[in-house]
Structure formats: structure tokens, C-alpha cells
């Protein structure tokens, strides 16, 4: 097995003791690649931000292992622990966390000069990584001048500029428009391509589910099967297999959000046959 990537091995997370423990994470093993963009989705409260927390050093796992490239994370000593993270790992919030006495180019620039590397060098560096994210005319902007997705871009440069190999973003379009959620996630994909990078996403907006290599679903701290959405052919709801109404039709299995529905489509199959045809049918 590659040393390289994200190992994590039987991790759990507890807050508390006895009748007031909670189990935030249970008994999750993942491994993440180089270069892998990885989804974790999950209803409020389900661990998300727990687990992430864990995977950046940020918290430390009640049990379990969590080693990247390698190096094993609850083994370091807490002295360690912000150099670690300041070169191995990238951060990225909902709500930016960016600075706005400082201007564009100088919030990634301060990052960098957090590793030791001279002001004049960190600002180069910020700027030439700025300028690849198409951010060059906003350099010397205040955050507070930039759009929401401006705004997340400036935060995957300060993420990305001491060239991390693990990105942890925690829901990164929470506040972002539909459009700008997706094409941001989108960059975040194509760095993690271009430069090898492991990205993981926690987040239940599932518009961006296309952008990952995989999906997974936590629910009540575990990792379980997916649930499979499908579309109502009536009022084309997407709905979950599993708890939606079904009936049969010419050897198929449709799913309804409600019996309503489910009654209209028996009256009439035949108007929603065509609407099945172009591709909204469930299987
Ligand atoms: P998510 O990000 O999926 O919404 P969280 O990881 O924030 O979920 O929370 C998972 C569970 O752990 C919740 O029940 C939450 O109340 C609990 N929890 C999270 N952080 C703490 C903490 N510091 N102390 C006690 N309980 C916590
Ligand atoms: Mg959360």
C-alpha cells in the first residue's frame, strides 16, 4: 500500500462522558489518493465538520489513526502541530475567513510568511497564484470589495500557497449563489488534477456531487450506502427511492413524491410516457 494520500483507520470522536456523551464520528476508515476529490455528504449534525476537523489536526480522535503521506497525525506532539498543518494542509471555510484590513494579494501573502519565507517573496508568490486563479486585476482589493466567489477563490490561493497535499474545505458554497458554488468547486477540482493534490469537500449541498471523483454518506457518524434519488415523472420532484411511493407500469417500477402524483400517473401514463422517454423516468 502507497504511503502517499490520506489514511484514516478506524477513527472515532467522542465530546463528553456518560450520560452526556456524544458520539460525533464512529469507527470511519477512509482512504483518499493524490489527486482525488472526495465528497462527504450528511444531514446537519451527522459529524461532518467533526470529521474534517480530525482529518486537518484540528482535533484530535478520541480513537483510531488518521496518517497523511505517511505521517501518522496523533503520534505528534501539540508543538508540532501548527507547523504540520501550515505545510501539509489547506483550509477553506463558508465563510471565507478572510481579512479585510489586508488586500487581496496580502492575505495569501501572510500565509505564506507564516512558513518563514521572506514578505517580499510571499507577495510574488501570492500574486503569481492569484493571477493563475484569475484573480490578477483584484490584487490590491479589499475582500470586502469582491463577489462571494471571488471572495472563496482568494481563500483556495490562501489554501493552496505553501503547496499543501491535503484540502479541506467545510460547506465551501454555503455562501455562494448556485452558479459561482459551482464554478468554484469546479477550480478546486481542476488544481486538485493539475498538482496532485487530495481534496476533501464536506457539504450536503448536493449541486455540486458532480465535481467529486466520490461521494459519500455520512449519517449518525458512519459512512453508509448512498441513498438513491430518483425523479417523479409527474411533477418531476427528485425523491428518494427507498421512501417514495412506487407502483408498476409495463414491467417498471415508477416513484411518486406523493399518492397524488402516484394517482394522476395511473389515470393518465401516457402523458407523462414522453417526459419518461427524454430521460426524467426513474428505473
Ligand atoms: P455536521 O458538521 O455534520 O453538522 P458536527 O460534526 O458539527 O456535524 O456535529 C456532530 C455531532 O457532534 C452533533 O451531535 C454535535 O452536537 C456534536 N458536537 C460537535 N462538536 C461538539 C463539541 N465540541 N462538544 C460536544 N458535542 C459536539
Ligand atoms: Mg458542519
Redesign the pocket.
Known amino acids: 500500500m502507497s504511503a502517499s494520500g490520506l489514511q484514516v483507520s478506524h477513527v472515532t470522536k467522542r465530546?463528553?462522558a456518560d450520560e452526556t456523551e456524544?458520539i460525533?464520528v464512529r469507527d470511519v476508515s477512509l482512504k483518499v489518493e493524490p489527486g482525488e476529490v472526495v465528497l462527504i455528504m450528511?444531514p446537519?449534525?451527522?459529524?461532518?465538520?467533526?470529521l474534517l476537523l480530525m482529518l486537518g489536526a484540528l482535533l484530535k480522535a478520541t480513537e483510531g489513526t488518521i496518517a497523511l503521506d505517511g505521517l501518522e497525525l496523533s503520534a505528534l506532539s501539540e508543538s508540532r502541530l501548527p507547523d504540520i498543518r501550515l505545510q501539509h494542509f489547506g483550509f477553506i471555510f463558508q465563510d471565507f475567513n478572510l481579512l479585510s484590513a489586508l488586500s487581496v494579494q496580502d492575505n495569501v501573502a501572510f500565509a505564506a510568511e507564516l512558513t518563514g519565507i521572506g514578505h517580499r517573496a510571499a507577495r510574488e508568490k501570492a500574486a503569481t497564484l492569484l493571477s493563475e486563479l484569475g484573480l490578477g486585476h483584484r490584487l490590491r482589493f479589499s475582500p470586502d470589495k469582491l463577489s462571494g466567489g471571488e471572495k472563496q477563490r482568494v481563500a483556495i490561493a490562501r489554501a493552496l500557497i505553501n503547496e499543501p497535499s491535503l484540502l479541506l474545505a467545510d460547506e465551501p458554497t454555503a455562501n455562494l449563489d448556485s452558479k459561482a458554488g459551482h464554478e468554484t468547486m469546479r477550480l478546486l477540482r481542476q488544481i486538485a488534477k493539475e498538482k496532485g493534490r487530495s481534496v476533501v469537500i464536506v457539504s450536503h449541498d448536493q449541486r455540486i456531487k458532480d465535481i467529486a471523483d466520490r461521494v459519500l454518506w455520512l449519517e449518525d457518524g458512519q459512512f453508509k450506502g448512498m441513498v438513491s434519488m430518483v425523479t417523479d415523472p409527474v411533477c418531476g420532484m427528485a425523491v428518494e427511492a427507498e421512501h417514495a411511493v412506487s407502483l408498476q407500469h409495463e414491467g417498471r417500477t415508477f416513484y411518486f413524491c406523493s399518492q397524488g402524483c402516484s394517482w394522476e400517473f395511473e389515470a393518465s401514463p401516457e402523458k407523462f410516457v414522453s417526459t419518461i422517454a427524454a430521460g426524467h423516468g426513474a428505473d
Request: net charge positive; proline share 0%.
Open positions: 465530546f463528553g456524544v460525533a450528511g446537519s449534525g451527522s459529524g461532518k465538520t467533526t
